[in-house]
């Protein structure tokens, strides 16, 4: 006679188990996005996520596109673009934090004694830092254009303006940050966390099969 076999899940980072099919469902259930929680039980090759097992999927509510809550402060943008905003909020803000960081690298070789090696590393440092300030222009016009925050044109030639760009990057990412905040993106130190990133994309991909 065989046995219905007990399921494990994952909350957070924590496995949680073992509990039954409908002890299961009714954990999943309460959970803020059901489809997206992974789950395992023996005999299955790896953790997948539960809307894609047939058997859970038909027991669960059909996922219910995310869209932002209403009087939102910030300009209407299709979900299927969150994913590539918050990675290039991400990605900028990194590169903000690069540009610091080579910028404080870059000091105490102009208080060096000039010599042909200070000046091939002052040189590298500078086209790195241009490689940088590149990388921030694009990375600014894709995320000014995904957001529908005026004209990326002008947010992107404000980057190269001294003073002026950091007055941007402010502008910028006190819009990025409301954004995220409003769409339910957390986020932390360097800017979107990975982990609502990826939450981001599981939400796109229920969106997209609703």
């Not at 999927?57 to 969150?82: E, I, N, Q, T, Y």
């Not at 947010?155 to 990025?176: D, E, K």
């Not at 979107?192 to 994309?201: A, F, L």
Request: aromatic share 8%; charged share 15%; hydrophobic share 50%.
């Amino acid at each position: 006679m065989s046995m219905d076999p007990l399921w494990f899940y994952l909350d957070g980072e924590e496995r949680r188990g073992p509990v039954t099919f409908v002890e299961l469902i009714a954990t999943l259930r309460e959970a803020p996005a059901p489809h997206s929680v992974l789950v395992w039980h023996d005999g299955l090759a790896d953790w997948q996520e539960a809307g894609s097992i047939p058997e859970i999927r038909g027991s669960l509510p059909p996922p219910v596109p995310f869209r932002p809550p209403s009087g939102s402060a910030v300009s209407p943008v299709p979900f299927a673009d969150a994913e590539a905003i918050a990675r290039l909020y991400r990605r900028l803000v990194l590169l903000v934090g690069l540009q610091l960081l080579v910028g404080f690298l870059q000091a105490p070789l102009q208080a060096a004694t000039p010599s042909v090696g200070v000046g091939l590393v002052a040189a590298v440092i500078l086209l790195v830092l241009l490689g940088i300030l590149v990388a921030m222009v694009v990375t600014t016009y894709k995320l000014t254009r995904l957001l529908r925050a005026g004209l990326p044109v002008l947010w992107a030639i404000a980057m190269f303006v001294p003073c002026l760009n950091l007055l941007t990057l402010l502008a910028l990412s006190s819009r990025a940050q409301t954004w995220c905040r409003q769409y339910g993106i957390k986020v932390g130190l360097l800017g979107p966390t990975k982990e609502s990133i990826e939450e981001v994309r599981r939400r796109t991909v229920s969106s997209t099969f609703d």
